[in-house]
């Protein structure tokens, strides 16, 4: 029998054998075989004065990975680590002839969320001043993007977390790990209009979810937001709208019709939307973070001579120019100036909807 025909049928009966225990995939018995009978045998770049990996090429009908990635302990040569993953080669090589490593692939990159990422991930995960590992797998994350296997850094070797795995698993890029708040953060989608953002803490070396906010783009042109935040040890649900994000550059265009922001930094925004049969103006006043304080979607009264706008959501009466906004209460008025060169749009833009009486 060829060595080639031999390493297959070895590999295959090791693949139906091996069980994952204390989460390392372990095919020591086979792996010298396929070294040997394979050439393509690759290099990663280097990531640890402790430890190397390389990647060593496979084929097998009968499996969906076509590598296997090797950690090896460099001072006694030991694998820790050997786990099958379904890669791009060739794209991996293009990437690292870009990054002039020669042949080595590159490693410790993660360009979240649609970005670049490596095959490995070297990094302290879980907030104990020792560095994990995550090793890619395929593309199991949403849109097909990367998706890894991690393990957490436990005396001298690697145990592979299932929690940490699932971190890794179905979402847009690998993880964020911010290590000031020591805060793990995921995001998900589902086409453009719907986003999900989630953020963990690490207990007992495990991530535990403490918030979660879903955001989804709603017939006004804004966020509808659901925020979940856990408080004494329950998750509490909020319901609220928020200004969607905009950069305030020559180059972007207005996202409403009106829009200025007062003194205090909050802003007002005058925008449109289907109600009813027809489209119909809207008023949206938000605090500094973009969340809805007021949303009025009654009748307005449009001044042209003086081009002023106004409404009453009784018992207050709202007068909108370009000086700011005049808020007449019952005992007493508050002027909300706008700032300076703060106002984009125009009123004029208002007179066409519905809602709109024009005087």
Known sequence: ???????????????????????????????????????????????SDDYSASITAIEDEDSESNSIINVINAKTGQTLISQPASLDIEYELDNSKARQLGEKISANIANRHYGEHSVLIYDDFNFDDQKDLALRDGRNGCYGGPSYQVYLKEDNTFVHSDGFTELAQGYCGFFDIDKDSEILSTMSKSGAAWHQFKEFKVINDEPVVVRIIEEEWNNRSLLSITESKKINGKMKVENYEMLPPYAEQAENPLPYIYMLIVDNNKKMVLDSQYKDGSEQLYYAFADEEGRIELLYEGQFDYDKTKKTLSFTNRPVLYKINNQGITVKLPNKTVQLKAQPKSVFGSLDGVAQFKNVRVK
């Open 1 to 47: 029998m060829s060595s080639n025909i031999l390493s297959k049928v070895l590999f295959k009966r090791a693949v139906r054998a091996t069980t994952i225990a204390s989460g390392l995939l372990v095919f020591a018995s086979i792996l010298p075989a396929l070294a040997q009978a394979s050439n393509q045998h690759y290099q990663v770049q280097e990531f």
